[in-house]
């Protein structure tokens, strides 16, 4: 086999190639046509060497082309592509495109065959047998190499495809993890605008509840107070809750604008905060209170002081609307003192035996009426004296007298002494029925949710209290506003009483 | 003889039927005193057409009743006869109806049986006026308590009775807690009132509970 070689490459020099191959000297031939027939054979060697180096280095550029850096492409990504690149320029013979090798090994056999045929006198070649038969078998040998390497060739090819299969695996794994990683970002960024959301529903939805607060406050102020310096804050505090409450309910229309809303509505609601209108009235009324009960400190300290009276004819007025109407109505008029009719009892209540009842702990009418009613047991007369009493004309038909009701004029020696009296006892009575009728919830006492705590004020202590602020002028007036404000504010349950405490202790301190 | 009785019984549910007739018109016209002079003088029993006339006439004396009370009327004094007046048609319309009347027959008459008994008790001027009449308004309400247990009225007037009898004593514990006791008693038992009678009756147990808290009663 290396003889076979060696012939080969000797094949420019047949004379040394015919001496190597057969052992014999080579004929007399013409040494110029030996040397241009051998300097052609040499040239088309050369050419196609030239040939075979210029085209591996064409298909090496192209592979150098392959694994150049793209633009985004990263450096695990290029060099797999150069590792593919040299793969399969190794996989090439010489590094050339399939079929090159022989192509150029059958041009040059053919070449040499013609030409040793042609030349076979010149170059003094008594046959050429051997030289083709040396020929057939290196062709043989190559042609058949290359035909079975075919299986070779399927098999490295199946390699390849595998190679470049698990390179696309590889590289669609990699995209895998990064369309995760991506899916990752964008489920983490998804969760932090779902928190952010919330956080600005959250902060839009307690702005709402301050805004409406803060207006049925001002609303419930305003009425109480229209002529004083209060009513234009509660306006303001009115106007700025509109305004919040409609930045708050905008963003429900309009989903995208949730956090520019909840900005906007808590801009207004720190506004809003600024100004309480129900605090100015509490810390009013509790000034008014203080002077009032001044004289009274243990009175005072039994219902929490002048704040904790305030707090208790607010919240108990409440609390009184929400055991019902007629319950809240007949709570606040104990507490103003209001003249009330029949139409406040249930039906069945106004009987004569509570009308008896109820003559029996009121010391003025018990002095007035005492023989008449109390001493006979007069059923009939207790009975009218329980119209005419919770009638709103009591001071005049009380005296008067109507049915069984004897006459009881002012100013003479049976009667009542003065109109002062007069209108007295028809309050002691009334209190009295209304001690028999009032709900027995109002047993328990009214809590009034202080900064310091909650205080339980005890209802006979209230009355007790609001009995001694009412002699004093002012305290009076504080007490009518805060009953009205706690009329009005009784219709508004969601209305948080204790922040405006809170905030009155704060002004008073 | 029986032919005689047939005939009288005949003409007299043909005056029955005459009369209610007319009661039923002045009803619709609203002529409370012209029901309350005419004559009702049937008795039944199991005659439907007596029940409606006496309860026509019962409600319209009691109504009648009511109205003179009212401050100013000038008529107080004509109370006690009507509210007598309310409480004798309504006892007849009781008896008229077949027997035993429909329960809430029996309530709806009791209703306004119970009602004419208390005020015509608050018309008495005196204790010993009072007593018998509220005694009379205490044994209607047990009779209702147990003709119609499931209604709340026999306990409420029950209650009301004997509210009444411990406010007509004395002003001492010894003789007001018992009666005070039994009122609360009745009041505990009584069943779920209706919505017309559920404020009387919680009124009337807040007025119970304020005298037992006066007398300190146990």
Redesign the interface.
Known sequence: MPACLLALLLLPSPVLAQQLIVGGAAGAAAPDTAWIVGGGIGLILALLATLIVLLHRSMRRSAEWCGEPLPGANAADVQEARLRAFALVHGMPLGVPEGTVRACIGLFIIILGVAAIVFQRQLGLGTTGELAGLLGTVLGFYFGTRSTSGDRDAAREAARAVAERTADAASAHRRADAALAREGEIRAEAARAAERDAKARVTLASAERIASNARAIAEAVAAVAPDLPLARTAARVTTLADRALVAARSAATDAGAVAEAASRASALVAEISGDDPLAELVSAAAGGLSGALGGAPGLLATVGGPLGLAGAVLTGAAAAFRIGT?HYRRWVARVLDRPYGLDL?????S????A??AL??SPIFRRVYGETILA??????A??LL??AL?P?AAA?VPAG???LRPAPVGEGSGFATTIELEEGIHQFRRAVL??????TDSTPVTVPLPTGPIAVPQPALRAAVDAAREDRGGAAALDHLAIAGAKLAREPGVDIAASLARAVKETT | MRAALALALLLAACGTARDLDRLKDLNAAGDLAAIAATPVDCTGPADAACLQAREIKANACLRLGTATLAPGSGRAAEAPANFDCAITNYRAALAAGPQPLPAAERARLAAGLLLALRERRDQARNAAEAVPLNAALAEEAARTRAAVPASALGFHYGAAAAYARAVLGPEAALARCPPLGEAQHLLARAPEPDAGLAPALAALARAVATERRRFACP
């Open positions: 007629e009892y249930p039906e069945g209540l009987d004569a035996a509570t008896l009842a029996e702990v006979p047991r007069d059923l009939a007369a009975r009218a119209a005419a009638s004309e038909l109507s049915g069984a001690e028999r009728i009032l709900d027995q």
